[in-house]
T-cell receptor
């Protein structure tokens, strides 16, 4: 079955620095979605990427879908304390199963 | 608009007991899913539904049953609770399975002793 792997598991960032989290799938994906979960909260949908090589931006967040539609990345610039949380990628397969990676938990040092 | 409502928020069960986790959405979404979240393992799909009367298994379906008699409701039944089912359970719904992402409920924290 489809497996989605995400690295790193933890990211400790100095406020103001940039970081990237990566997502890889064992199979080609129909699309990839990114979610953010604040501590004690529930996952919240951020964005979806559908096209090969697609790049989307949301303020300081840049999302990219690989050319082969098997990998994706999330890059955050100038990290702020509001960026604290766990970021999940999730791959959608043809049978509408949305499979999540294990997530990258981000902590920020002020 | 309430979105996705899960009840209860917290539950403690004894091993062998059964219970139903409730999930309801008021957005007329066709797609609904149940996930469990355990530390370091992300969210794992238990069961999902692409419409009323249609359900299918996810990655970790053993020990759980679902039904979808209406568009709004998607209850998850634990048949005979085991300590390994201690987890946080999330219900999620989507309009069409992906284009607008999934909306998650606030979760049910279940402890089986």
């Amino acid at each position: 079955g489809q497996q989605v792997m995400q690295i790193p598991q933890y990211q400790h960032v100095q406020e103001g620095e940039d970081f990237t989290t990566y997502c890889n799938s064992s199979t080609t994906l129909s699309n990839i979605q990114w979610y953010k979960q604040r501590p004690g909260g529930h996952p919240v949908f951020l964005i979806q990427l559908v096209k090969s090589g697609e790049v989307k931006k949301q303020k300081r967040l840049t999302f990219q879908f690989g050319e082969a539609k098997k990998n994706s990345s999330l890059h955050i610039t100038a990290t702020q304390t509001t960026d604290v949380g766990t970021y999940f990628c999730a791959g959608l397969s043809g049978d509408y199963k949305l499979s999540f990676g294990a997530g990258t938990t981000v902590t920020v040092r002020a | 608009n309430a979105g996705v409502t899960q009840t209860p928020k917290f539950q403690v069960l004894k091993t062998g007991q059964s219970m139903t986790l409730q999930c309801a959405q008021d957005m007329n979404h066709e797609y609904m899913s149940w996930y469990r979240q355990d530390p370091g393992m992300g969210l794992r799909l238990i069961h999902y539904s692409v419409g009323a009367g249609i359900t299918d298994q996810g990655e970790v379906p053993n020990g759980y049953n679902v039904s979808r008699s209406t568009t709004e409701d998607f209850p998850l039944r634990l048949l005979s609770a085991a300590p390994s089912q201690t987890s946080v359970y999330f219900c999620a719904s989507s309009r069409n399975g992906g284009d607008y992402g999934y909306t998650f409920g606030s979760g049910t924290r279940l402890t089986v002793v």
